[in-house]
């Protein structure tokens, strides 16, 4: 049992002023629709990423730069937000529903959870968070009186609901409110209020979108990793999830790939986490000739699934030569970052017959990684 992530992006964003859909506009090379749904493609319970689009006839402003796990299902929007809604949940397979704002990038996998965690016991759910600013009454340009703020909330989203009971109550009301859970005010069902994130912002204006964009570039980290393998006898030589055809491999308890080790290592240290040793020591028989395309996916997880925003590296090795296999490893680490090729650097260099790696010892490798952890 699980539930249908509907993310709703299909409004006209009349309010930002743009010829292009708010919720289609990059943030740091990722569309804004697509922040949300790598939250929730990463959220346990989620089985399916409904992603419903002002048109289907948009060109590439809909279309994924990331890769996802769940499938990703696109439905066009209404004339009305409503019906956007109603349409989203309509193609929801799921037994739950979690309807989402696009607009609203910065929602947490940790949120997320702990909404359908009530939600999975039973509870139409939705997150609020305090109102602390006093609210006043203006009628004709003039204060008429303050309001009492001790029971207010501001709902955010995502809101979580039985398919069954939100589609039952949307087909039966009409008017468009500005908020799913409202149309289950005054009904049998009781709507369970949780604690918000106060950084799960929505962004309306053009200056929404600014503080958002400094908010993100505030909080990118730098990791650097760098590894050494020696060369071994009878073993396959394997750099960047490739095997290069060589007389000589690189010793070691998993595939040896020292690529991916410094990758890895470059990613841990960016989310201030301990090297790849730690996580995967070479005494654990699991790792045993383990592939470190596998490990460099479970240290992603072990990260929290940071989003990562570019990746630089080089390889030293005085022989063999394997310029003619980096695409080939570009589009294996591609795969298991869900990174755009474009984002992957991969260079060779010699050691100009210096040092262990020009004297065939070994080989080494260097990684540096830009990414964010919100």
Excluded at 91 to 114: N, T
Excluded at 183 to 188: G, K, R, S
Excluded at 204 to 233: M, V
Aim: charged share 25%; glycine share 8%; net charge neutral.
């Amino acid at each position: 049992m699980g539930f249908s992530a509907v993310i709703v992006a299909g409004g006209s964003g009349k309010r930002f002023s743009s010829l292009v859909p708010k919720q289609a506009v990059p943030m740091l090379g990722v569309k804004m629709w697509e922040w949300s749904a790598k939250a929730f493609d990463s959220s346990r319970g989620c089985e399916e990423l409904i992603i419903v689009t002002p048109s289907l006839a948009l060109g590439d402003l809909f279309s994924p730069s990331c890769s996802y796990s769940l499938p990703l299902i696109f439905t066009k929007g209404g004339s009305e937000r409503h019906l956007s809604v109603l349409n989203g949940i309509r193609r929801a397979s799921a037994p739950y529903v979690a309807v989402h704002d696009a607009a609203r990038p910065f929602v947490k996998k940790e949120l997320i959870e702990k909404l359908w965690e009530k939600c999975s016991k039973g509870f139409s759910v939705i997150p609020v968070t305090e109102v602390f600013d006093t609210i006043k009454v203006v009628e004709g340009g003039f204060i008429s009186g303050t309001v009492d703020r001790t029971k207010l909330r501001r709902a955010q989203t995502p809101q979580f609901f039985s398919k069954e009971v939100i589609l039952e109550s949307l087909e039966k009301n009409p008017q468009g409110f500005t908020d799913d859970s409202s149309y289950l005010e005054n009904t049998e069902y009781k709507i369970f209020a949780a604690n918000g994130d106060p950084e799960n912002i929505k962004i309306t204006t053009q200056n929404d979108l600014i503080r958002a964009n400094k908010i993100l570039s505030s909080s990118i980290r730098i990791g650097f990793g760098i590894d050494y393998h020696r060369f071994a006898k009878n073993r396959d030589l394997v750099l960047g999830g490739v095997k290069i055809p060589f007389e000589l491999g690189l010793l070691g308890h998993s595939d040896a790939d020292v690529l991916l080790h410094a990758i890895t290592d470059a990613i841990l240290g960016a989310c201030g986490m301990r090297d790849i040793g730690y996580y995967f020591p070479d005494t654990d028989k699991l790792f045993k000739g383990a592939s470190s395309l596998d490990i460099l996916g479970k240290a992603v997880e072990i990260s929290g699934n940071p989003h990562i925003i570019n990746l630089d590296s080089v390889v030293v090795a005085q022989k063999p030569r394997i310029g003619t296999y980096i695409d080939e490893m570009i589009e294996e680490i591609s795969k298991v970052l869900s990174l755009e090729k474009n984002r992957i650097s991969v260079k060779a260099t010699t050691s100009e017959e210096m040092g262990p790696e020009g004297a065939m010892e070994g080989i080494s490798a260097r990684a540096v990684v830009s990414l964010l952890t919100i």
